[in-house]
């Protein structure tokens, strides 16, 4: 179909802005405005925050840091589920204190 065969129809029934004629171009505000400084500055922040269960864990000495691990993982495409790694890292029960360096028991 050829558009301009019918731009002198739409002018001629006054409605001049149905048609620009053809549009290629896609623009999102939200991705046109993200620099690539922004994303160096977006992307380790958001891992850092996607790793938060995981140090509370490791730090706390849980025994089933592995399934923290998976939860905070799999919970990076929702959120939900990262809170839930989040409970559970700080919930979930610990070993015993970390042996001290040099002291035999």
Do not use: Q
Not at 31 to 53: D, R
Not at 63 to 90: H, K, N, P, Y
């Amino acid at each position: 179909m050829n558009p301009d065969k019918w731009s002198p129809l739409l002018r001629a029934a006054g409605s001049e802005d149905l048609w620009d004629g053809p549009s290629y171009r896609y623009s999102d505000p939200m991705i046109s405005t993200i620099g690539p400084l922004e994303l160096l500055v977006i992307v380790p922040l958001a891992l850092l925050i996607l790793c938060v269960p995981t140090f509370i864990a490791h730090r706390r000495r849980v025994d089933r840091l592995g399934l923290v691990v998976v939860v905070s993982v799999i919970g990076a495409a929702t959120g939900l589920f990262w809170f839930v790694a989040l409970v559970m890292a700080l919930s979930m029960r610990t070993r015993g204190p970390a042996p001290v360096p040099g002291m035999s028991g």
